[in-house]
């Protein structure tokens, strides 16, 4: 299982870009990266999943660099709302044993502040 | 579609009694999981089924059982509640991609 690796607490202010950054030194060639998010006394909740270079959703925008041996969050004018905390997960993607893999760390507190 | 739904959101127990937290979803996903989230730390995984009639252990299954007779429900059951499984327990379910979680249940053992 590929670990990762991530910031414990990012501070912000409302209206800014946030970056979070995400290391996975031993990702293997079949895994996926992706990322959750995760309010107070809620369950997480899918944000973006990526395999490589980027992907861009509404909410979010996931940088992958060639060696993959890392990933980057991108959230834009981020909200009081964006509050909460970020995992960033690794592994393949087809149950046939892969989701017993989904692994979550502790992932990033993000605070935003206005 | 309700997604997934997760019986009771609160719970006290006694140490020694029994329960069983209840997790249903309808979206005819194969893949369903436990988790436990304990203050301050990330999700642990305790079991999970690639589809009905299939379980496996994850990380942390001591204390837990599971069964998948149907594609909607995956019970977990606690055989003798100890005051370690307090805890906020997740139930998510997925098909092959992204998970979708329920809205957790707040177990307090005494």
């Known amino acids: 299982l590929a670990k990762t690796t991530q910031p414990i607490s990012m501070d912000s202010y409302e209206g800014q870009e946030v970056n979070i950054t995400c290391s996975h030194n031993?990702?293997?060639?079949?895994?996926?990266i992706t990322w959750y998010q995760q309010f107070p006394s809620q369950g997480p909740r899918f944000i973006i999943q990526?395999?490589?270079t980027k992907v861009t959703n509404e909410v979010a925008s996931l940088f992958i660099p060639a060696d993959r041996k890392s990933s980057t969050l991108s959230l834009p004018r981020v909200s009081l709302s964006d509050t909460a905390v970020y995992y960033c997960?690794?592994?393949?993607?087809?149950?046939?044993?892969?989701?017993?893999?989904?692994?979550f760390g502790k992932g990033t507190k993000l605070s935003v502040k206005p | 579609n309700a997604g997934v739904t997760q019986t009771p959101k609160f719970q006290v127990l006694k140490t020694g009694q029994s329960m069983t937290l209840q997790c249903a979803q309808d979206?005819?996903?194969?893949?369903m999981s436990w988790y436990r989230q304990d203050p301050g730390m990330g999700l642990r995984l305790i079991h999970y089924?690639?589809?009905?009639?299939?379980?496996d252990q994850g990380e942390v299954p001591n204390g837990y059982n599971v069964s998948r007779s149907t594609t909607e429900d995956f019970p977990l059951r606690l055989l003798s509640a100890a005051p370690s499984q307090t805890s906020v327990y997740f139930c998510?379910?997925?098909?092959?991609?992204?998970?979708?979680f329920g809205q957790g249940t707040r177990l307090t053992v005494v």
């Open positions: 031993n990702i293997a060639t079949n895994d996926y």
């Open positions: 979206m005819n996903h194969e893949y």
């Open positions: 997960l690794v592994g393949v993607l087809n149950y046939g044993g892969s989701q017993g893999n989904l692994i």
């Open positions: 089924s690639v589809g009905a009639g299939i379980t």
């Open positions: 990526g395999y490589k």
């Open positions: 998510a379910s997925s098909p092959g991609s992204e998970a979708f």
